[in-house]
């Protein structure tokens, strides 16, 4: 089963940017769709954002816009470009395939605050 590290989270003004990166232990290229995940506290975890193998790309509508996901199979890594952050997107991230596989990450802290 895939192994998934997410990393670059960080504390941010609203705003500003981030870039979230997602490490697969092996190969993504075998996943249809990989997605880039948010749980803040008190709520559901939601899918933000999802690109498929052939890089189509959709958003959830309070982000669009202002992320961006794309993927690169051959390093087997899926990236969140953040711009315009605003308090609400304050959570924990996560990456995953689309549908989801049981093997989550510790996922990364992104909050946004003055």
């Known amino acids: 089963q895939v192994q998934l590290v997410e990393s670059g989270g960080g504390l941010v003004q609203p705003g500003g940017s981030l870039r979230l990166s997602c490490a697969a232990s092996r190969s993504i290229g075998i996943i249809y769709a990989m997605a880039w995940y948010r749980q803040a506290p008190g709520n559901q975890r939601e899918l933000v954002a999802r690109?498929?193998?052939?890089?189509?790309?959709t958003y959830v509508s309070s982000v669009k816009g202002r992320f961006t996901i794309s993927r690169d199979n051959a390093k087997n890594t899926v990236t969140l470009q953040m711009n315009s952050l605003k308090p609400e997107d304050t959570a924990v991230y996560y990456c995953?395939?689309?549908?989801?596989?049981?093997?989550w990450g510790q996922g990364t802290q992104v909050t946004v605050s003055s």
């Open positions: 995953n395939g689309d549908p989801e596989s049981s093997a």
């Open positions: 690109i498929t193998n052939s890089g189509t790309a």
